[in-house]
């Protein structure tokens, strides 16, 4: 049996300029697309207009040409992939799978029984069917009592019971976006996406999209979640918390030989501080997944 070419990808959100926290995703999936002979493909995740900045999406561009970490194939924009999403939607309504729901936030809180890192699960108040004299305002699927499991590339082996983290999870908002769950699912599926290598703060998301790949037909991607770049405080270095973006055009070297000492490769000394394309060359070829943590770690702010 030939083995498919392994095909990696990198989905920043346009939300501000790259930071060192998706530094360290971008350098870890390269690393290990690269390694593997595969692809390296690029998603702009820009499907909440809201959250969008103007100008973020081409600075991040530029700043991953700066770094020497250029993708193959043309760059994938959420936001004219619309009617993928709603493909995907209409198949899974065929089917019965979801169901139209009318709570908004203030309800779901008031009626929640339970509630996790995930925040508030589901109650199911409108899985059969909506109140009376309610419109519906959201689309949910529907969750089984099953478990979910995975085995991830530094975490190891993992399982979710989705009914009672998070329930019936929201697949298009009351705004009328898609959610981010069903988004990423299909790219990944019809980009022939079959390795994913990103942050830790979208571990718990896992099995949702697993849940989905298999509620769609479409293959399931191996996983590897990298661990969190935090401040000093043991908060998530990103850009909701303000982080700064990187100083990419005037310490490209120094920034991608902090990225691979975070993830744990040991930098021979002639190669710190060369030119980027020269570090992620080494790195390619000497990348060992097992030395990465899987605990957060620490990055000091000047």
Same mark, same amino acid.
């Given at each position: 049996?030939?083995?498919?070419?392994?095909? !990696?990808?990198?989905?920043?959100?346009?939300?501000?300029?790259?930071?060192?926290?998706?530094?360290?995703?971008?350098?870890?999936?390269?690393?290990?697309?690269?390694?593997?002979?595969?692809?390296?493909?690029?998603?702009?995740?820009?499907?909440?207009?809201?959250?969008?900045?103007? +100008?973020?999406?081409?600075?991040?561009?530029?700043?991953?040409?700066?770094?020497?970490?250029?993708?193959?194939?043309?760059?994938?924009?959420?936001?004219?992939?619309?009617?993928?999403?709603?493909?995907?939607?209409? %198949?899974?309504?065929?089917? +019965?799978?979801?169901?139209?729901?009318?709570?908004?936030?203030?309800?779901?809180?008031?009626?929640?029984?339970?509630?996790?890192? #995930?925040?508030?699960?589901?109650?199911?108040?409108?899985?059969?069917? @909506?109140?009376?004299?309610?419109?519906?305002?959201?689309?949910?699927?529907?969750?089984?009592? #099953?478990?979910?499991?995975?085995?991830?590339?530094?975490?190891?082996?993992?399982?979710? *019971? *989705?009914?009672?983290?998070?329930?019936?999870?929201?697949?298009?908002?009351?705004?009328? @976006?898609?959610?981010?769950?069903?988004?990423?699912?299909?790219?990944?599926?019809?980009? !022939?996406?079959?390795?994913?290598?990103?942050?830790?703060?979208?571990?718990?998301?896992?099995?949702?999209?697993?849940? *989905?790949?298999?509620?769609?037909?479409?293959?399931?991607?191996?996983?590897?979640?990298?661990?969190?770049?935090?401040?000093?405080? +043991?908060?998530?270095?990103?850009?909701?918390?303000?982080?700064?973006?990187?100083?990419?055009?005037?310490?490209?070297?120094?920034?991608? %030989? #902090?990225?691979?000492?975070? *993830?744990?490769?040991?930098?021979?000394?002639?190669?710190?501080?060369?030119?980027?394309? #020269?570090?992620?060359?080494?790195?390619?070829?000497?990348?060992? @997944?097992?030395?990465?943590?899987?605990?957060?770690?620490?990055?000091?702010?000047?």
């Amino acid at each position: 049996m030939v083995t498919p070419q392994v095909v !990696g990808r990198f989905a920043p959100s346009p939300t501000g300029p790259l930071h060192f926290g998706s530094l360290v995703a971008a350098v870890g999936s390269y690393c290990l697309a690269r390694q593997a002979g595969g692809k390296w493909l690029l998603r702009m995740e820009d499907l909440d207009p809201p959250r969008v900045v103007p +100008g973020a999406a081409d600075e991040i561009l530029a700043a991953l040409e700066c770094l020497g970490l250029y993708w193959d194939d043309e760059i994938v924009w959420q936001s004219q992939r619309i009617d993928a999403y709603a493909a995907a939607m209409s %198949s899974l309504q065929r089917r +019965g799978l979801v169901f139209d729901c009318a709570c908004t936030r203030r309800e779901i809180h008031a009626q929640a029984r339970s509630s996790n890192e #995930e925040g508030l699960v589901y109650p199911g108040t409108c899985r059969a069917g @909506l109140p009376a004299g309610r419109k519906p305002r959201s689309l949910r699927i529907r969750v089984p009592e #099953e478990q979910v499991c995975f085995t991830d590339g530094v975490f190891g082996h993992l399982d979710q *019971l *989705l009914s009672r983290v998070v329930g019936d999870f929201v697949l298009r908002r009351a705004d009328g @976006l898609f959610a981010y769950q069903l988004a990423v699912v299909v790219d990944d599926a019809e980009s !022939g996406i079959n390795q994913v290598v990103r942050g830790a703060d979208l571990l718990s998301s896992t099995p949702r999209q697993i849940f *989905l790949h298999a509620s769609l037909g479409t293959a399931v991607p191996k996983y590897t979640h990298l661990p969190l770049v935090v401040d000093e405080m +043991g908060n998530k270095f990103s850009k909701q918390q303000g982080a700064a973006g990187i100083d990419y055009a005037g310490n490209a070297a120094g920034l991608i %030989s #902090e990225a691979l000492v975070f *993830l744990g490769q040991e930098l021979p000394v002639e190669m710190v501080g060369a030119p980027p394309h #020269e570090q992620l060359c080494w790195a390619v070829s000497h990348f060992n @997944l097992k030395k990465i943590s899987s605990r957060p770690q620490a990055l000091v702010v000047v």
